[in-house]
């Protein structure tokens, strides 16, 4: 079991530190301290530090609070972010989007809360201390068990909490600004902007260069009208990015999400679509049971209506989740369809959607591209459907008529 596991906030399964980091677990503790004692006015002491994990950017720590005239709470979390700030005009600090997003979700109610209380932080030193959610299962352990009735119970909790986290949420994207701003970021910008203008204007060339596809004008109007719920809309709320299984701890109080690198506000449409495709789950992408994505998407629903009243329209909710399904079918052909054909290794807009698609790669696009093909024939978009049946036929010269497997959770199902 995996308490607390995300590709940056790290695995804990008790193991001690390696020696060859305990010098940087050291100074990492060192930093908390100083921070939670200058906080404080009086000394914290933190104590047995046991290594989460993490990544190339990110150490991620569970500590002890050993000494502590108030009234921390037992253990916490620190996540250390280890690289430098992103430099030039177009680019994206994580450590100040997701201290922001940390602070954002902190002044929600107890309630409302998704994340892990963020109870300090240092922009100087690139730190955050956080609650601790305890050892917990994330959803990924869900589905990966062999109980298919826990997984449903866990995955429909999830798009609970993800409609939940997003009406509290909405009408706050001001505060998040402001919060950027605070802790030095000029503008903000969602990350997955300039991934769509670069899909509108390549992903018509590499379908007729390495599927020999043409994408009819219908279809590719639609695509750019989709990639219109990046901009203003009236149905922007807080969204992790990163919406994934592993990135889910399963608390007595309800799903809890973690690692919000690249949180941002955007169109609640592009969250809900991603409950329809292959989850992203750190991991292979794997199937879904039959019906599970629209059991998801109307859990999810029920949360965001009282918000967005016409979202509980049938037709508004297709419509929008379509053109959602649209935009991340296209950012994920960009990313994919090169290493499908051999061209090149996955680009960053296939971690946005699907991680580490590895060997799977023509499997999960097709997958992909069928999934749309079906919600645009039933929506009628002719054009749409045509080019993902024209696409599933050329991927199959690729690998792409394999099957995804189920999640093990599922597999008698």
């Not at 009086?42 to 005239?69: C, H, K």
């Not at 305890?134 to 062999?146: F, K, Q, V, Y």
């Not at 039959?290 to 999810?300: F, K, L, N, T």
Request: hydrophobic content about 45%; proline content about 7%; overall charge negative.
């Amino acid at each position: 079991m995996a308490p607390l596991t995300t590709d940056d906030a790290g695995t804990s399964d008790g193991r001690a530190p390696d020696a060859d980091r305990s010098g940087d677990l050291a100074r990492v503790v060192g930093l908390a301290e100083d921070v939670l004692t200058r906080r404080h006015g009086a000394t914290v002491r933190l104590a047995d530090p046991v290594d989460l994990g993490g990544s190339a950017r990110s150490l991620v720590v569970r500590v002890r609070v050993a000494e502590d005239p108030f009234s921390l709470p037992r253990t916490l979390v620190l996540k250390h972010y280890l690289d430098e700030p992103g430099t030039g005009e177009q680019s994206t600090d994580r450590f100040r989007y997701e201290a922001a997003s940390c602070q954002l979700l902190t002044a929600m109610p107890a309630e409302d809360r998704a994340s892990p209380m963020l109870v300090a932080n240092d922009p100087t030193h690139r730190l955050l201390v956080l609650e601790d959610l305890g050892r917990c299962s994330t959803l990924a352990d869900r589905l990966h068990e062999p109980d298919p009735k826990a997984a449903e119970r866990a995955l429909l909790g999830w798009a609970r909490s993800l409609g939940r986290m997003q009406a509290a949420t909405a009408g706050r994207e001001d505060d998040f600004r402001a919060l950027l701003r605070r802790f030095g970021e000029r503008a903000w910008r969602d990350p997955l902007a300039d991934d769509a203008r670069a899909a509108l204007a390549q992903v018509p060339d590499q379908l007729a260069q390495l599927l020999r596809v043409e994408a009819a004008p219908a279809a590719v109007t639609e695509a750019r009208t989709a990639a219109r719920l990046l901009g203003g809309s009236g149905y922007r709320a807080f969204s992790p990015a990163e919406i994934r299984p592993d990135n889910c701890l399963l608390t007595g109080s309800g799903a809890r999400f973690l690692d919000f690198e690249w949180g941002c506000f955007r169109d609640v449409a592009l969250t809900a679509a991603t409950l329809r495709l292959p989850l992203p789950s750190g991991g292979k992408a794997r199937a879904q049971p039959a019906g599970m994505a629209e059991a998801m998407v109307a859990a999810w629903q029920a949360e965001i209506t009282p918000v967005w009243t016409d979202m509980a329209d049938p037709d508004v909710l297709r419509e929008r989740v379509l053109q959602a399904e649209v935009l991340w079918v296209w950012l994920s052909t960009r990313a994919l369809l090169p290493i499908v054909v051999g061209a090149r290794h996955a680009g960053p807009a296939a971690r946005v959607v699907v991680a580490d698609p590895g060997e799977d790669a023509p499997a999960v696009l097709s997958a992909l591209w069928r999934r749309l093909g079906v919600d645009a024939g039933q929506a009628g978009l002719v054009a749409v459907a045509e080019l993902a049946a024209a696409v599933v036929g050329a991927l199959g010269r690729h690998g792409g008529e394999a099957v995804l497997p189920p999640y093990p959770a599922f597999r008698r199902v």
